[in-house]
């Protein structure tokens, strides 16, 4: 369930400052461009609140003509340029602009766009951005569309504009009741130039009839119940071959021999052939390359794969032990790192402290494991490429599509099919090039490339592993006065430069370096880590680490103090402020994921809130039956805020049940609140599977195979009870982030409810037998 909840939240004012993830990749250098965003310049106080969108590649686009058709009968027909895995991102953005367009939703049509950032603005559907970039553009989409049907209306009557007002899919000349439908106006209205957005006049909250309300199913629910809806394993084209690849089991191996001798007696079975990659780090999102076979269906293909006779050269990769590696991280965690932000005097006031905290925190490489794995289909015919795949980044995989193909760019077409999860894993492309690459090896052939679970385990582009170590320094009085992080891990742009060896800004302002902290010396450090395996997007990135170190940290910081968890929480945030990181020396805009301070400060008055609002529905500081256990844990990621309380229940034989978990999220308007709670009641359900799933290394080569070594939470264990609070805020107030903010506070609240429960403190995951789930 859903409910509304007090709101603390701010009037932010107006300035700009961003770089895209994406810009970042290109280029190795720092990004420092800050412009203002011309679709948003002359919008009204109301909505005139500056977001990164602007600055992503393509920026972001409200042409009312891109976005939306009319036909004669009425139907509205509204362009959808995000993918869809399971966040109705698909349903939320046309909401807006139906909300703005003043239509009936049951005459709405959703189109899935192509991959097209030229004409629709940027697609990467990553970094909880969707909302948060394209809630104003929509906005504007809808009332543009609007003001359009109401000037042609007005031009049919030959009255003034101000007599003509559109509601319900139909434009009124209110001094005469006259009515004419969308569909009559449509032409005409399509005609007209789109108006300024100077001009544009926006529904004020108390008339949104969609938005805010949680009344709007997702589109194509329907269709996914029954099957009828399309994912990236429903392709089929006619002739179409099916594909699956042999792929080195150690990152950087390459093929030394084979024998595709007993394969092809494998009926079904048409041609094995080799495919050839140059990788070579940093290889970006490039195919690991390997041995593919090629069959009539995809079962011949894989009974052919395992019949290959296979001689692999391994490389420099294939010492990676990850017992060993952990070992490494933890000694470079306990030497002195780069700093990354320092304030007061840290080795003064750890000296003279009082009591000493210290500890340390490991999270291991994790895999994304959707339900759907990677699959994508290829055609080439006519000197033009058409690809089928679920993918989060989609035009970056036709950028690449057409750099294999040699081919401009125009005449590469990609179709965004339904993804059944995402998670991160969905914005590396290289599956997809691997079926482009089939295709043009067999001379333009529709090839679908199937990846099986399998494939996806032993092959990804994983979560990075993490070693932490957190020292604080408390006074005499019991007041914290120090407070020192150090985080080890290799980085995600291992892919995209000479390995760095330590985590970069976007990844340091994932709930590290950006913690709001009221402590007068603390100081940040990275330590070097090299990249031995491919690090990919995952959902909620590094904020999953630090957020389990520093909320545990905490924890354990109240225990020594003797004070409760959540009183200890609120006094390292502070009393209520809005922080401008920028002001502390950190000026790369990465910190806060790429959008502007000035509309996303760090409010601790919102961060308090949500804790207090968590603690309240969850009665904190309840009496609880031998076995149980309540935990807090809060983090502000994405630029929301959330906190959360677990209840667990832990018996005598160390059975772990999780009856209830209490949720509050400050998220800006809440545009789809169904669509919210159900990320944060799916974020539990992921946070238990991070809590138990590992990916783990022996000879270079991922020791898991399926989901018999790489558990996921499953009905029988996941948490029971997951209520969702959303801090009601108007539409004035900034969209923050909502796919992936509710997964970090997960796994500290989940571990500091067991150690409630149990004195059992858990530092190390997974959880193994530790607890058992």
């Given amino acids: 369930m859903s409910d509304h909840a007090p709101s603390t939240s701010s009037n932010p004012g107006v300035r700009l400052e961003n770089v895209s993830r994406r810009q970042f990749l290109r280029s190795t250098a720092a990004v420092t461009a800050f412009a203002v965003a011309a679709e948003i310049s002359g919008l009204r106080a109301g909505l005139a609140y500056e977001t990164g969108g602007a600055q992503m590649p393509h920026g972001t686009v409200n042409d009312p003509h891109v976005f939306v058709s009319i036909d004669s009968s009425g139907i509205i027909s509204i362009t959808a340029h ?3 895995m399971g ?58 569309m609007r003001q359009m049907l109401e000037q042609a209306a007005a031009k049919q ?26 569909g009559e106006l449509a032409k005409a209205a399509m005609d007209l130039p789109t108006p300024q957005v100077e001009s544009l006049k926006f529904k004020p909250d108390n008339a949104f009839r969609y938005m805010g309300h949680g009344n709007v199913p997702i589109y194509d629910l329907f269709d996914i119940t029954v099957g009828q809806a399309q994912y990236g394993y429903d392709v089929r084209l006619p002739g179409m071959k099916y594909a699956v690849i042999a792929r080195p089991p150690v990152v950087g191996g390459r093929i030394k021999s084979f024998d595709p001798t007993e394969a092809l007696k494998v009926p079904g079975v048409e041609r094995v052939l080799e495919l050839k990659v140059d990788w ?14 090629v069959a009539t269906n995809t079962w011949a293909a894989i009974k052919g794969r395992e019949a290959l006779q296979l001689n692999w050269e391994d490389g420099e990769n294939s010492a990676y032990d990850s017992a060993a590696y952990r070992r490494q991280m933890a000694e470079v965690a306990n030497r002195p790192g780069h700093v990354e932000r320092t304030q007061g005097d840290f080795d003064k006031a750890f000296a003279g402290a009082s009591k000493i905290v210290s500890a340390e925190y490991y999270v291991p490489h994790l895999a994304q494991a959707s339900m759907e794995p990677p699959v994508a289909t290829a055609v080439i015919r006519n000197g033009e490429c058409e690809v089928w795949a679920p993918l989060q980044y989609p035009f970056g995989a036709r950028e690449a599509f057409a750099k294999l193909l040699e081919l401009p760019i125009d005449k590469v077409k990609v179709n965004i099919t339904l993804l059944g999860g995402g998670f991160g894993r969905k914005c590396q492309s290289d599956f997809a090039q691997e079926a482009v690459l089939l295709s043009k090896a067999l001379d333009g052939a529709p090839v679908k490339l199937a990846w099986t679970r399998e494939d996806d385990l032993h092959h990804g582009f994983y979560h990075t592993v993490t070693y932490s170590r957190l ?18 891990a290799p980085t995600l742009f291992a892919n995209f430069k000479p390995d760095p060896k330590r985590e970069q800004a976007i990844e340091l302002g994932l709930g590290l370096a950006d913690l709001a902290l009221d402590i007068p010396n603390v100081r940040f450090e990275t330590g070097e880590a090299t990249a031995l395996t491919r690090i990919g997007w995952f959902r909620s990135v590094n904020n999953i680490p630090h957020a389990f170190a520093v909320q545990s940290f905490i924890a354990e910081i109240a225990r020594e103090l003797g004070k409760d968890p959540k009183d200890v929480l609120l006094e390292i945030i502070g009393p209520p402020r809005k922080l401008e990181l920028e002001k502390l020396g950190l000026t790369d805009p990465l910190w806060n994921y790429g959008d502007p301070y000035s509309t996303h400060p760090i409010d601790t008055g919102r961060f308090a809130n949500v804790i207090n609002l968590a603690a309240s529905r969850a009665s904190w500081g309840r009496s609880l039956p031998k076995g149980g256990g309540l935990g807090i844990a809060a983090h502000r990621s994405f630029l929301s805020y959330v906190a959360t309380v677990v209840e667990v229940g832990v018996d005598s034989r160390g059975k772990l049940t999780i009856p209830r978990v209490e949720t509050a999220i400050d998220c800006g308007f809440a545009v789809n609140p169904e669509r919210i709670r159900s990320q944060i009641e799916g974020a539990a359900v992921m946070g238990l599977s ?3 799933g590992e990916i783990s ?13 790489y558990p996921v939470a499953r009905i029988d264990n996941a948490p029971i009870n997951v209520r969702v609070h959303i801090v009601p805020n108007g539409s004035e107030v900034p969209a923050g982030g909502v796919g992936e903010p509710g997964v970090p506070p997960f796994l500290p609240a989940l571990c500091n409810a067991i150690f409630a429960a149990t004195g059992k403190r858990i530092r190390s995951l997974p959880a193994g037998d530790q607890v058992r789930v």
């Fill in 82 to 84: 995000r993918s869809e």
């Fill in 87 to 144: 966040t109705g991102i698909r349903t939320s953005l046309p909401m807006v602009v139906a909300d703005e367009l003043e239509a009936d939703w049951s005459k709405v049509r959703i189109i899935q766009a192509l991959a097209d950032e030229p004409r629709y603005g940027n697609q990467d559907t990553d970094g909880s951005r969707s909302m948060r970039h394209f809630f104003q553009p929509m906005r504007q989409v809808g009332a543009a």
């Fill in 157 to 182: 009557w030959g009255v003034s504009l101000s007599e003509v007002q559109a509601s319900n899919h139909e434009v009124m000349h209110k001094p005469t009741g006259r009515k004419l439908g969308y």
């Fill in 280 to 293: 070579v780090p940093p290889a970006a999102f490039s195919p690991l390359g390997g041995i593919a076979v």
């Fill in 471 to 488: 020292d604080a320094g408390v006074d005499a009085s019991g007041k914290l006065i120090a407070w020192r992080h150090r985080s080890v």
């Fill in 690 to 692: 991070n809590f138990i």
């Fill in 697 to 709: 290394f022996k000879n270079g080569s991922a020791e898991q195979s399926n989901f018999d070594s």
